[in-house]
């Protein structure tokens, strides 16, 4: 694997608690082998997640100094707003504290009950906020991303036969939009296609169904589409990304990946009555709509970091090609010595590990061995943040993934790969 240089310079660090194997032994077994019940102090490599554990860079942390902490009409806002429309293109913006708060009110003003919201799998609180307002979420992702062994190159692509299916069944008018999720979570950041895309929107435009995407990570999956999509080679991350973007009629965001912040999410729309409902839904659950539940340093940071996310490609090319590089899938190319868990075979923006079925124990649960072997480092589990909720098993099936992440912080950790003991 061709190592990517860093594209940034180390100006602050944080001092870590050195462990022995036999400290790191014990602490998991006090957490019952549920990664999330592990103290942070306790952990030599915080894979967990990703979110919001982005080091922020040195322009990121002057704009704090800059926050206007008005609670009404903050410059931050006009400015986090302008950042928006420059990167993403939409043309209204309403900030919340992170991309669920988002998910809340997009789904209260969009979704009435007994509605269909199909996506290209599901994130567990956009599922949640959809059920709660009255909806019935409906997977319509292509059969290959449920394959951890196919090598399609944009499994998070949706199918449209699956979509055309649902409308013959239910009818147009009971489905508000289709969700639509960039570098899916939960099949290890697998990433969509351009081609898709437009394909979703022509059918879409047919129907008078509206495509609301789920945009946190919006910018890696358009670095997936410069590497492997035709006619994209030549084309920057930033344009890419406008180009998304503009076959969407809005947006929820969670800032705590792609945005290179700690705290912060947005909700983002093109139609003015959807964008005055959310202004009255925004102040009710997050804040007035020109902070949304985030200070005015946090806005000004996220701003530079939008800003930051496409200013080139070195960054989000160095990040994914990390990524890469950790994935066992890519780093070993005899099948015979994989993982025992298997893993994806062509990496997404997130690597590691991603059980099926067959290595489930009878409660679902990741076999312990799995954890066990992390040596020093906390990887993220998904399965029991994601269990399904409902009236009953056979609303809900089983997923035929079940995915264990190694969440790299972004400009967190370097690429030097640590020794076990």
């Not at 999330?36 to 040195?58: C, H, N, P, W």
């Not at 979509?163 to 099949?187: F, H, K, W």
């Not at 009878?362 to 312990?368: I, S």
Request: overall charge positive; glycine content about 8%.
């Amino acid at each position: 694997m061709k190592y990517v240089p860093e594209p940034f310079r180390i100006k602050t660090v944080e001092p870590i608690k050195m462990t022995t194997r036999e400290y790191r032994r014990k602490a998991i077994e006090e957490a019952g082998y549920n990664t999330f019940l592990l103290r942070s102090e306790d952990v030599y490599i915080d894979l967990l997640t990703d979110s919001g554990t982005s080091a922020m860079s040195d322009a990121q942390w002057a704009a704090l100094q800059l926050g206007d902490e008005a609670y009404a009409g903050s410059r931050n806002y006009y400015d986090l707003e302008d950042a928006i429309r420059e990167v993403f293109g939409y043309r209204y913006v309403v900030p919340t504290h992170q991309g669920r708060a988002a998910e809340h009110i997009m789904s209260k003003l969009l979704i009435k009950p007994h509605d269909f919201v199909p996506g290209n799998m599901y994130f567990t609180t956009t599922r949640l906020h959809q059920e709660l307002a009255g909806g019935k979420f409906v997977d319509v992702i292509i059969d290959e991303a449920h394959d951890t062994t196919n090598p399609h190159p944009f499994k998070g692509n949706v199918d449209i036969n699956k979509v055309q299916r649902l409308v013959d069944q239910v009818g147009a008018d009971r489905i508000p939009y289709i969700s639509y999720e960039t570098c899916v979570n939960m099949a290890g950041g697998q990433p969509i296609s351009i081609a898709n895309l437009k394909e979703l929107r022509r059918f879409c435009d047919k129907y008078h169904i509206q495509i609301m995407l789920d945009n946190t990570r919006t910018v890696e999956n358009a670095y997936f589409i410069q590497q492997r999509e035709p006619g994209y080679s030549d084309k920057s991350v930033k344009e890419i990304v406008k180009e998304i973007c503009s076959y969407t009629d809005g947006c929820t965001c969670s800032s705590k990946k792609d945005c290179l912040v700690n705290i912060g999410g947005f909700l983002a729309m093109n139609d003015e009555q959807f964008f005055t409902d959310a202004k009255a839904q925004v102040v009710i659950y997050e804040g007035l709509h020109t902070y949304g539940g985030m200070s005015g340093r946090d806005m000004a940071a996220l701003a530079q970091g939008i800003r930051e996310s496409v200013a080139t490609d070195d960054y989000i090319r160095y990040r994914v090609e990390q990524r890469a590089a950790r994935d066992p899938a890519r780093r070993t190319r005899d099948l015979s010595r994989r993982p025992a868990v298997p893993a994806a075979c062509r990496s997404g923006a997130v690597p590691g590990p991603v059980a099926g079925g067959r290595n489930l124990c009878r409660d679902r649960r990741p076999r312990h061995g799995a954890r066990k072997r992390v040596i020093g480092a906390r990887p993220g589990d998904r399965q029991e943040p994601s269990a399904q909720a409902g009236t009953g098993a056979a609303d809900h099936p089983a997923p035929g993934l079940h995915p264990g992440a190694y969440g790299l912080h972004g400009r967190g950790y370097r690429s030097a790969v640590p020794t076990a003991g």
